[in-house]
Nanobody, 116 residues
Framework: QVQLVESGGGLVQAGGSLRLSCKAS????????MGWYRQAPGKQRELVAR???????NYADSVKGRFTISRDNAKNMVYLQMNSLKPEDTAVYYC??????????WGQGTQVTVSS
């Protein structure tokens, strides 16, 4: 029932930009706090950006000032604009709800690789 499909990742040079997209099914984006997460090799999955149902945003210190989370309620999509990318941003990026009441479903994610 729940489907989260991330796209927009790829290979980019340091200093470049990417825009990630998340198409949600079975979840109403406008009714939920939504987040972007990432998992780098050998590291735990971490929250990098959050947008509340009211439209407020929060960012991890590591991406603050460089990443912007947004949503399009009509399309039921969430976006992550990533600027000034650094090699340490290399990870698989996932979107999901921020609050969970039960089992967490994760999509396949989208790979972001930043080269130096």
């Amino acid at each position: 029932q729940v489907q989260l499909v991330e796209s927009g990742g790829g290979l980019v040079q340091a200093g470049g930009s990417l825009r990630l997209s998340c198409k949600a099914s079975g979840i109403i984006v406008s009714f939920n706090d939504m987040g972007w997460y990432r998992q780098a090799p050998g590291k735990q999955r971490e929250l990098v950006a959050r947008i509340t149902s009211f439209g407020n945003t929060n960012y991890a210190d590591s991406v603050k000032g460089r990443f912007t989370i947004s949503r399009d309620n009509a399309k039921n999509m969430v976006y992550l604009q990533m600027n000034s990318l650094k090699p340490e941003d290399t990870a698989v990026y996932y979107c999901n709800k921020y609050w969970h009441s039960g089992s967490v479903y994760w999509g396949q994610g989208t790979q972001v690789t930043v080269s130096s």
